[in-house]
């Protein structure tokens, strides 16, 4: 590699991304183009079902994204040939609404707007409608009483200027509307029909002409709790008569299917003979045409609140004619989605698929969703989690369980690469820690490569704020540390072991690396969430049964996991409950809540620290890995030491804290058992806390990063004095993460990755040489490169990790991971041209 800086390019490209979604109602979208957006904090996410993988997030957005819209969604796939641009809508909880464009031709997003008449509360719920190629009608809803109605002209080429003008916005109160939806009037008559609902348990109607105002048309009345959801069909052509049919579902944990038609065509249904039997409602009238609303049918069949009901997307046959199915999903807080439709003969809906039943981890889907060829189904759960499911019956139908992204649904506040780089482990402020990994397929020309969750090692009962892998030689472990004064100690299992063997080499069945010899197959976990015990694989046979008589789960007895060795990637569901690693000690010392950890790079120490106001609580605990004794207690801090970092020769160990300071600790190991420390030097640094440093991998140098915007490099010459090199130029935000990577060790050349509060990351070129006196020098400080704003994360970075903290002269191609506020944990690929 050459050594001048000044010539470094290179090139970034996104590996991996894992989020969870958003827990909120209306945050999913399916569009058209099969994409499939959802709000991760406050990004916007795109996932791709085919392939199971988050593409890009959206980032503008300040606060948390309550909702997204596709136009066209998979409603209206029928209307969506020919566009080369699909638009998406997305809400916030301050109230924003943006507006995104997606070519097909270039696979390219861009922003197009922010809407000029923002909310003045949270968007609750968007919905539109496709009424040509050309145009498009969408409504807003927020708790702020109000509810917008826009209209929307589709430019005429791709990245053409996009026209939108503001048709009405109505005042409906303090009772709050969740749930839109928009539709044409039966009949030519050219008349929009605004359903919203939500908090006051009525449906209302509002009409309007093509471009007027909405007037109130009538209100429907029949549930007995909040609705959350509302949908309408297409026009329904029948014996010469149309209607429209609008589905609605609510807390009351029912859904009600409403009849829209003009009211010359009820007149004539005197004499018809039918099961169902019309319940007459309101009437109302729209230009010269005059509507009654009847009920069409009661669908009972969940056990909690019905948060989503929407109707299969039309088809289309013979090439111009538009089929609209009897179909309608629904997805609910009992953990279960349905799919309704009427019987042939009598009328009566009833269910005629069910899918879901998780176990008891899961908490109830948020919302479910179609595709634009009705042969998948998309649900949203309560832990952030997607599940899917794909007919893949010819005749029957079989719905079976699909491959979906996941992540972390709060801040992911820690990352750790496995010791030789087949994995990343994260750990979050929603309880987990998650194993995500490439799984390797091997095809008939190359080997090809997608990551996924694989495991899920802990879930806890307490928020984790950091963790280390051991380093050393031997099994798989790490150390997390959580919102209490434990430290706990996590050993892979044997189930984990022969997963990642076939994650890394799906063509071997040797257990090369890994140790077989591993007696625990698994863990279980225990009722209040702390401690998650071993299952022995001698064991694993023989029937556990740890219910009581009447087979009711109770605090002290609950159900057995069953560890299982997966050849393909799990889904939500194994994950939850299948994957978690045994913890084989607890650490006990530390007077608050833990916030650092590291180990040394041969394994046998690990450091701690934790949130702390005064200098005594303020100790860098030391751990010695194995006997898990406390060895040393550094003492050099007044507030909580935010990060701590040993060198690569683990001789020094370096310490920086909310105090502004920094400290470097001589360690040297006496015997098998003991340690020495020594405090070699502390220095105030920077004039607002100090966040992140890190190593140079080649000798004594060392990078810090503050909130004051600034880096600067030091070093530590001759084990004694602590060196202060160069100042970076300053930042456009606070530098909250930091990671040296080394590339050259005869010129001493690394890549500085610098992440920010702001949720971008930049890399920098370091090199320094020998002067002739003997003193180091930081002779070039080079910027390289700004990641790209739909790579990067949204919110502040938190942690970054390079793959491998020593490359060869000949590397070309590195990989550095990042974790952050925005629930992302993400892989880079930077490729030195």
């Not at 924003?96 to 464009?101: E, G, R, S, T, Y």
Request: aromatic share 8%.
């Amino acid at each position: 590699m050459d050594s001048n800086c000044n010539d470094m390019k290179v090139k970034v490209d996104r590996v991996f991304i894992g989020a969870g979604c958003n827990r909120i109602v209306n945050n999913v979208s399916w569009g058209a183009c099969d994409l499939v957006s959802f709000g991760a904090q406050n990004a916007v996410a795109i996932f791709c079902p085919e392939t199971a993988q988050i593409l890009t997030t959206l980032p503008g957005h300040k606060a948390a994204v309550n909702c997204t819209y596709w136009l066209p969604n998979s409603k209206f796939a029928f209307k969506a040939k020919g566009l080369e641009e699909h638009f998406l809508l997305s809400g916030d909880a301050d109230g924003f609404i943006m507006l995104w464009a997606f070519s097909l031709a270039e696979n390219k997003w861009r922003h197009v707007l922010q809407l000029p008449q923002p909310h003045k509360k949270g968007v609750t719920c968007i919905s539109g409608m496709m009424v040509s190629h050309e145009n498009a009608v969408f409504a807003s809803t927020s708790s702020d009483g109000t509810v917008n109605v826009w209209d929307f002209m589709l430019p005429s080429k791709d990245g053409g200027d996009c026209k939108l003008l503001c048709l009405d916005s109505l005042y409906v109160g303090t009772k709050t509307m969740v749930a839109l939806s928009l539709t044409e009037l039966p009949g030519s008559t050219g008349h929009l029909v605004l359903a919203m609902a939500g908090l006051d348990n009525k449906i209302h109607m509002y009409c309007s002409e093509r471009t007027g105002k909405f007037v109130l048309a009538c209100e429907l009345k029949g549930h007995t709790d909040w609705i959350r959801s509302l949908d309408f069909s297409l026009p329904i052509h029948s014996n010469g008569k149309t209607s429209v049919l609008l589905v609605s579902s609510s807390q009351d944990k029912g859904m009600r299917i409403w009849k829209v038609a003009l009211r010359q065509s009820l007149a004539n249904t005197a004499g018809e003979i039918s099961l169902s039997s019309y319940i007459k409602g309101p009437m109302f009238v729209a230009g010269s045409s005059s509507y009654q609303i009847s009920m069409e049918s009661l669908l009972v069949g969940h056990e909690d609140w019905v948060y989503t009901v929407a109707w299969q997307p039309p088809s289309v046959i013979n090439g111009n004619e538009c089929y609209q199915p009897q179909s309608i999903l629904s997805a609910s807080m009992d953990k279960t989605m349905m799919i309704w439709q009427p019987e042939k003969i009598t009328g009566i809906w009833i269910n005629v698929v069910t899918v879901g039943e998780l176990s008891h981890c899961a908490l109830g889907f948020y919302g479910g969703h179609w595709s634009s060829i009705g042969d998948s189904i998309l649900a949203h759960g309560y832990g952030g989690s997607f599940h899917l499911w794909k007919n893949i019956g010819s005749v029957l139908d079989d719905w079976k369980p699909q491959k979906v992204p996941s992540g972390h649904f709060s801040a992911v506040s820690d990352i750790a690469w496995a010791r030789c780089g087949e994995y990343i482990l994260s750990v979050s402020h929603d309880q987990t820690t998650r194993i995500f990994a490439p799984w390797l397929k091997k095809s008939c020309t190359e080997k090809e490569e997608a990551w996924a969750e694989i495991a899920r090692p802990q879930v806890h009962g307490h928020d984790i704020n950091c963790v280390t892998i051991i380093k050393g030689k031997g099994n798989h472990r790490f150390v997390s540390g959580a919102d209490e004064k434990v430290a706990r100690v996590f050993e892979a299992p044997l189930s984990f072991l022969k997963t990642l063997n076939h994650a890394t080499s799906p063509d071997s069945s040797l257990l090369d690396d890994l140790q077989v010899d591993v007696q625990i197959l698994g863990a279980n976990m225990s009722a209040l969430g702390l401690s998650q015990k071993p299952i022995y694989s001698q064991a694993s046979s023989e029937p556990t049964d740890k219910t009581n008589n009447d087979g009711i789960d109770t605090l002290e007895t609950i159900p057995e996991a069953v560890p299982v060795e997966f050849t393909e990637p799990p889904i939500e569901d194994q994950l939850a409950w299948h994957t978690l690693w045994p913890e084989s000690h607890k650490l006990y010392g530390h007077g608050n809540e833990l916030y650092s950890l590291c180990c040394d790079h041969e394994g046998k120490l690990v450091a701690s620290s934790c949130k702390a106001q005064s200098a005594s609580v303020a100790e860098i605990w030391l751990w010695q890995v194995g006997s898990w004794k406390s060895v040393g207690r550094l003492q050099s801090h007044s507030l909580t030491v935010t990060k701590i970092e040993f060198s690569h020769d683990d001789k020094l160990l370096l310490a920086v804290s909310r105090d502004r300071q920094f400290s470097v600790f001589l360690i040297k190991h006496i015997g098998a058992d003991e340690i020495s420390h020594e405090l070699l030097a502390r220095q105030e640094a920077h004039k607002r806390i100090i966040w992140a440093c890190s190593w140079n991998p080649f000798c004594h140098q060392f990078a810090t990063g503050s909130r004051d915007k600034t880096v600067k490099i030091w070093e530590v010459e001759n084990e004694r004095v602590v060196k202060h090199l160069i100042t970076l130029p300053p930042f456009n935000s606070s530098v909250t993460a930091l990671s040296w990577m080394g590339l050259n060790r005869h010129t001493n050349h690394g890549i500085l990755a610098v992440g920010m509060e702001s949720g971008s990351i930049e890399l920098w070129s370091l090199s320094s040489a020998r002067s002739d006196d003997g003193n180091a020098a930081i002779q070039n400080a080079v910027y390289i490169a700004k990641f790209n704003p739909f790579l990067c994360h949204v919110s502040p970075v938190n942690r970054l990790a390079w793959k491998n903290s020593v490359k060869n002269e000949d590397c070309r191609s590195l990989q550095l991971a990042s974790c952050g506020a925005d629930h992302s944990v993400r892989v880079f690929n930077i490729d030195i041209v």
